[in-house]
Nanobody, 122 residues
Framework: QVQLVESGGGLVQAGGSLRLSCAAS????????MGWFRQAPGKEREFVAG????????YYADSVKGRFTISKDNAKNTVYLQMGSLKPEDTAVYYC???????????????WGQGTQVTFSS
């Protein structure tokens, strides 16, 4: 089992920035990849960013490329999502995800966090 706990959500304004954190605990030594997904009201959950646990290769959805950065701290078993140049369409619940079986989080998610809300404030 892997437990994921997100933090860092909140209200943001146009062009603002925010950093989300995801702390993993439990069977983290078996982690192949971690990443972030989001779900806006009335929409399906979508992939945002992923990172290979060994090697650190990163990949992003086109909608956030150049604005968001995913990173990790293996010693702390923590993944971060630095979000910049935020737009209203970035409003969503952001979920941390972990895969034990696939280095590409887009294709296999074994564990989800509880989610953290990011809300655009005008």
């Amino acid at each position: 089992q892997v437990q994921l706990v997100e933090s860092g959500g909140g209200l943001v304004q146009a062009g603002g920035s925010l950093r989300l954190s995801c702390a993993a605990s439990g069977r983290t030594s078996s982690t192949s990849a971690m990443g972030w997904f989001r779900q806006a009201p009335g929409k399906e959950r979508e992939f945002v960013a992923g990172i290979r646990w060994i090697g650190g290769n990163t990949y992003y959805a086109d909608s956030v490329k150049g604005r968001f950065t995913i990173s990790k701290d293996n010693a702390k078993n923590t993944v971060y999502l630095q979000m910049g140049s935020l737009k209203p369409e970035d409003t969503a619940v952001y979920y941390c995800a972990a895969s034990l079986s696939n280095t590409d989080i887009r294709y296999d998610v074994d564990y989800w966090g509880q989610g953290t809300q990011v809300t655009f404030s005008s």
